[in-house]
């Protein structure tokens, strides 16, 4: 089975400073792992994804993530703030185990001050 | 480009009453997705579809809770005899065959129907 931790239900940067979101997973065969963002009364947007291959991924919008394995971590990044990223995201997780089932994380609100 | 498109986006209905939800995916996926996300909350996993067949449902499916695809395209969810803890915002999700993907592809999400039970 699959799980996802997020860690810090809100988080608040400073515009221009850097984000960082944490997101720890659980699963028992190799994982896909998803992040999405969600503006309100929004469905959820892909930001970024990691399958197989380089452990570093970027996505849309200047955000990066990592895969570390040995943390069972993909923590999200973006090197400086902008007003617009002011939103709810969500780390997901999904892998083969008869179906790709995706689990959220109960999300991180993200604010950005002026 | 159109993406998945729900219908209604809001409904307000009173309790005991049965409530019907749409979900056009993007055209070429064959595989459908219904989550349902509370206030606070990440989506949860309801059922998904790949073409017109459902391949699992989740236990928060209860017997009041109906999915169909009937043509494998759009799909709809029912409600019957809704309850307060119904209220909720429901997203509908797709994405391209694993066939024609070398891994899992992620899902594209509506703007969801937000439901009410006053």
């Known amino acids: 089975a699959q799980s996802v931790t997020q860690l810090g239900s809100h988080v608040s940067v400073s515009e221009g400073a850097l984000v960082l979101l944490r997101c720890n997973y659980s699963?028992?065969?190799?994982?896909?792992l998803f992040w999405y963002v969600q503006y309100p009364n929004q469905g959820l947007q892909l930001l970024l994804k990691?399958?197989?291959?380089?452990?570093l991924v970027k996505g849309i919008n200047g955000f990066e993530a990592e895969f570390k394995k040995s943390e069972t971590s993909f923590h999200l990044t973006k090197p400086s703030a902008h007003m617009s990223d002011a939103a709810e995201y969500f780390c997901a997780v999904s892998a083969n185990t008869g179906g790709f089932k995706t689990i959220f994380g109960a999300g991180t609100r993200l604010f950005v001050k002026a | 480009d159109t993406g998945v498109s729900q219908d209604p986006r809001h409904k307000i209905t009173k309790r005991g009453q049965n409530v019907t939800f749409r979900c056009d995916p993007i055209?070429?996926?064959?595989?459908l997705y219904w989550y349902r996300q509370t206030l606070g909350q990440g989506p949860e996993f309801l059922t998904y579809?790949?073409?017109?067949?459902?391949?699992?449902k989740s236990r928060l499916l209860s017997d009041r809770f109906s999915a169909e695809r009937p043509k494998g395209s759009f799909s709809t969810l029912e409600i019957q005899r809704t309850e307060q803890g119904d209220s909720a915002m429901y997203l509908c999700?797709?994405?391209?065959?694993?066939?024609?993907?070398?891994?899992?592809?992620?899902?594209?999400f509506g703007d969801g129907t937000r439901l009410s039970i006053l």
């Open positions: 055209s070429e996926h064959n595989r």
């Open positions: 990691y399958t197989t291959g380089a452990t």
């Open positions: 579809f790949q073409n017109e067949a459902q391949l699992e």
């Open positions: 699963s028992s065969v190799p994982p896909y």
């Open positions: 999700a797709s994405s391209l065959p694993l066939s024609k993907a070398y891994s899992n592809q992620p899902q594209h």
